[in-house]
């Protein structure tokens, strides 16, 4: 079975302060983690996958294989960064992706 | 292409009633996503289809609940009889079956049963 755990519902920061979104997951085989970003009133959007080992709106996240979490970080949080985050887990080779529950980012100005 | 489309956008009906909720996946994807958000729970998948055939419906509430996939550019969630407690935003997703592949959102409908 795959699940995905975001333990924080709401976060709240303020510009310029650095903020981190957490997501742990269990996956008995190799997981593709990705984050989904949906702001206010918009569809779903990929934000970033592990995989591509990028950084995206200055965001970037790290699986840890050891530690099973694959927490989004970003240095310097902007008011345009407030929106809902979903961290995402697909196994066997793809398809079916499970999502956590969600986490309502607000940056404060 | 225009993406995932679904229809309709908002939807509002009285307890007891069918609804019908549509999605029209990005042409040339062959995995097709139902998923229900609510403040509560977040997302949850309800199922999964690959190459029209459902894969896991585990995730439906009751058999109140049903899709199907008449084709590879159709398909649809239907609820009946509806209940207040189905008031969502059900949102629809495709994507290429593969390692790594992205899975693009419709813009949701919003049912409320009221």
């Known amino acids: 079975a795959q699940r995905v755990t975001q333990p924080e519902k709401l976060l709240s920061v303020f510009k310029g302060a650095p903020v981190e979104l957490k997501c742990n997951y269990s996956?008995?085989?190799?997981?593709?983690l990705f984050w989904y970003v949906q702001y206010s009133r918009q569809r779903l959007q990929l934000l970033l996958r592990?995989?591509s080992r990028e950084s995206i709106k200055g965001f970037t996240a790290d699986l840890n294989k050891g530690e099973t979490s694959f927490h989004l970080k970003k240095p310097f949080a902007q008011e345009e960064d407030s929106a809902m985050y979903y961290c995402?887990?697909?196994?066997?080779?793809?398809?079916?992706?499970?999502f956590g529950e969600g986490t309502q980012l607000t940056v404060n100005p | 292409d225009a993406g995932v489309i679904q229809s309709p956008r908002h939807e509002v009906t009285e307890m007891g009633q069918e609804v019908t909720l549509r999605c029209k996946p990005i042409?040339?994807?062959?995995?097709l996503f139902w998923y229900r958000q609510t403040m509560m729970r977040g997302l949850e998948l309800l199922i999964y289809?690959?190459?029209?055939?459902?894969?896991?419906d585990s995730g439906m509430p009751e058999d109140r609940f049903s899709a199907k996939m008449p084709n590879a550019s159709f398909s649809t969630l239907k609820i009946q009889p509806s209940e207040p407690r189905d008031s969502a935003v059900y949102f629809c997703?495709?994507?290429?079956?593969?390692?790594?592949?992205?899975?693009?959102f419709g813009q949701g409908t919003r049912l409320t049963v009221v």
């Open positions: 996956y008995s085989g190799s997981p593709e």
């Open positions: 042409s040339g994807h062959n995995s």
């Open positions: 995402a887990l697909s196994g066997n080779g793809g398809s079916r992706l499970t």
């Open positions: 997703a495709s994507s290429f079956l593969g390692a790594n592949t992205e899975a693009f």
């Open positions: 592990h995989i």
């Open positions: 289809f690959n190459n029209n055939v459902p894969i896991d």
